[in-house]
């Protein structure tokens, strides 16, 4: 069980990342948020200060450097040496991830970098497209979900607590029109691996949901 590959999926606001970040302390294992690595890109274009479009997001692609640390317990990102961990987990940033996510030459280049970290093994690594498409080989294959009133409801209380003054209908319509985006996009959309393990967090706690993760990798 030392050196397992696990691969979680799952829509907006499932809870992957806080889920799978307990998870792989508990195992030991090296913490792979790909989310935040397309959240990171999404930050750089935002620091250009200029409408958002495809064209703007290629152009800060070619020297972009994101990198992902496990760092006193906790999975840190940094954008070019900059820690952005904090500033990542934005409102803006949360309108715009679809977009740049759903931009081939950016899949591309984040998924040479996933699978460069997916191949020293004791990895847990979660996303949209990580069983089907990054880690296909990975032991423990897991699509994380919720109800849309479930996820929005943590997101909004997510957001609240940093001081966000947001609205739970708007973030409902909001994630509701990242999983169109996501399960429609033409490369590598959001769908259930044939051979994942399915599982539906809605009503249940972090620990619950982290015990079951755990169980299926033991």
Do not use: H
């Amino acid at each position: 069980m030392s050196n397992l590959v696990v691969a979680i999926d799952g829509p907006a606001g499932a809870g992957k990342s806080t889920v799978a970040q307990l998870a792989a302390k508990e195992l030991g294992y090296t913490y792979i948020d790909t989310g935040a690595m397309y959240r990171a890109v999404a930050w750089k274009a935002l620091q250009k200060k200029e409408p958002v479009t495809d064209e703007l997001i290629l152009s800060v692609l070619p020297d972009i450097e994101v990198d992902l640390q496990y760092v006193d317990g906790k999975t840190k990102v940094f954008v070019d040496g900059r820690d952005v961990t904090g500033e990542i987990r934005t409102p803006e940033i949360n309108k715009i991830v679809s977009q740049v996510a759903k931009l081939g030459p950016v899949r591309e280049k984040m998924v040479n970098l996933q699978r460069k970290m997916g191949e020293r093994g004791a990895v847990l690594m979660d996303g949209r497209d990580i069983a089907t498409n990054v880690l296909p080989n990975a032991d423990v294959k897991i699509f994380l979900t919720a109800s849309i009133e479930e996820r929005a409801k943590r997101r909004w209380k997510e957001l609240k607590e940093k001081g966000y003054d947001v609205d739970m209908e708007e973030i409902q319509s909001e994630i509701a029109a990242r999983d169109k985006a996501d399960s429609e996009r033409e490369i590598s959309p959001l769908v259930q691996a044939e051979d994942a393990v399915l599982l539906d967090t809605t009503g249940l706690s972090i620990d619950e949901v982290v015990n079951k993760i755990l169980g299926m990798c033991r």
